[in-house]
């Protein structure tokens, strides 16, 4: 999906990564699954690019909270909302 953005952004806008997103964090949370490292970050970028910044700065915090490694750039990110 990520890729898709890049090659083709018509057809993968952020609306559209938002809804799959969102469709994977509940699948990954009814089979009690782990999301991979960044998929918070993407879906808190995704987020600020549509200026919705309290769900852009929980999805960052959430990041930073599962991957403690990505808290210097989560903090980052976050200063810059």
Known sequence: MV???YAAPDQATA???IIQ???DIQIARSQ???LPPGFY???GYLYSQQGKY???RSAFE???KIFPESAVLMDRFISRL
């Open 3 to 5: 890729y898709g953005m």
């Open 15 to 17: 609306d559209v990564q």
């Open 21 to 23: 997103l969102e469709k």
């Open 32 to 34: 009690n699954k782990p």
């Open 41 to 43: 970050a993407h879906l």
């Open 54 to 56: 309290d769900l852009a």
């Open 62 to 64: 959430t990041e930073k």
